[in-house]
């Protein structure tokens, strides 16, 4: 039986993956790589890894588990698990494999839809992003866009205002510039722009112009959107763990979900902000955690 089975192997459930190896813990990774950031040629922000691109780091990261011989990683999708008692896990994969463990660690990241808009996957993660921290310095001080479609877009707008002040922020035909946003950010110089895009263009990925259904065009070499996130499948709702308002898994700062045995880390529990190394150091709280309720079981019961 293994001591726990982590399904989603970004930085979340590598790192922990490497801390409960390195604590002779017996565990399988399982992961069908489809993280959101495999769009991203550069991931920024990580102190040593700062430039990495998304394979190069999880390249990097498999290299580090596979010096830990109970540590083995299974590139496959988990589609179903089930408590079947108070230690005891079931973990069924795509290919109708079945896996017993004492505990499960949920660092299965977020699904983002992007803003509708004609074209927009041709540059996202090239010369459109979400995040500032992650993306902002290769574009700053530059002609930017934000395409922003939900209630995040006044927030955004002020921060990316921080890496370039020539900002056209676009709400696709949207209301969601509340009270008085739209003069708060007029104020500071940004065009608020509400007519619906007809489409984007440029070349190889980088962004040139937004064209506007009412057929005004703006000149722009890149920008940012809003994301709409949701928890990327049922797993974490068919175990009954409790859900925050953004959806992120509710967790103790071990990582402990309100099902015993059931624990998260990284992006699925929505903590924010969406950074790699935030998403590294939450799964190895989540590894210390598991790896201390498996001693202190041992100790006090002896059931294991
Ligand atoms: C375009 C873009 C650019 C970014 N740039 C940066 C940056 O420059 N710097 C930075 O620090 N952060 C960046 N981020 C954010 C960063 O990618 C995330 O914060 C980080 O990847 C979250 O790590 P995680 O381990 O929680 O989840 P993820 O990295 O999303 O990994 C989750 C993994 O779980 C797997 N999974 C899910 N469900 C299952 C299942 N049922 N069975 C098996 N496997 C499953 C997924 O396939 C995925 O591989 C960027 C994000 C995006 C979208």
């Known amino acids: 039986m293994l001591d726990c089975a ?14 409960l190896g390195r604590a002779k ?43 830990y011989p109970a540590v083995k990683v299974k590139r496959v999708k988990v589609v179903g698990i089930k408590k079947e ?23 299965t990241g977020l699904k983002e839809n992007l803003p509708r808009v ?19 310095w290769e574009l700053r001080d530059q002609p930017l866009v934000l395409i922003g479609e939900n209630s995040n877009t006044t927030h955004l707008a002020k921060m990316i205002y921080q890496w370039s002040h020539d900002l056209v922020v676009c709400t696709n035909g949207k209301s969601v510039l509340e009270g008085d946003d739209e003069l708060l950010l007029k104020r500071k110089g940004l065009i608020i722009k509400k007519e619906r895009i007809e489409t984007l263009s440029g070349s190889n ?76 150091g939450q799964g190895v709280r989540a590894a210390a955690g598991i790896n201390y309720d498996l001693i202190m079981k041992e100790f006090t019961s002896g059931e294991f």
């Open 25 to 67: 813990r017996k565990v399988v990774l399982f992961d069908n790589n489809q993280a959101r950031n495999k769009v991203t040629q550069e991931s920024h922000g990580f102190i040593t890894r700062d430039g990495v691109s998304p394979s190069e780091f999880r390249e990097l990261a498999h290299q580090d588990i596979s010096k």
């Open 205 to 280: 990925g980088k962004l040139e112009k937004v064209i506007f259904e009412d057929g005004t065009t703006m000149n722009r070499v890149g920008g940012f959107v809003t994301t709409d996130l949701q928890q990327p499948n049922n797993l974490a709702i068919s175990l009954g763990c409790e859900l925050n308002h953004t959806n992120g898994i509710i967790v103790d700062d071990f990582g402990r979900t309100n099902i015993e045995g059931v624990y998260a880390a990284g992006e699925t529990t929505f903590s924010g902000p969406s950074q790699l190394i935030i998403a590294a």
């Open 118 to 136: 004609k074209g927009i996957n041709e540059y996202y993660g090239k010369s459109l992003f979400s995040c500032p921290y992650c993306d902002g």
């Open 6 to 19: 982590i399904i989603g192997g970004g930085p979340a459930g590598l790192n922990a993956a490497l801390v």
């Open 85 to 107: 008692s108070r230690n005891l896990f079931t973990v069924t994969t795509e290919e109708g494999k079945v896996f017993t463990c004492k505990k499960v660690m949920l660092t």
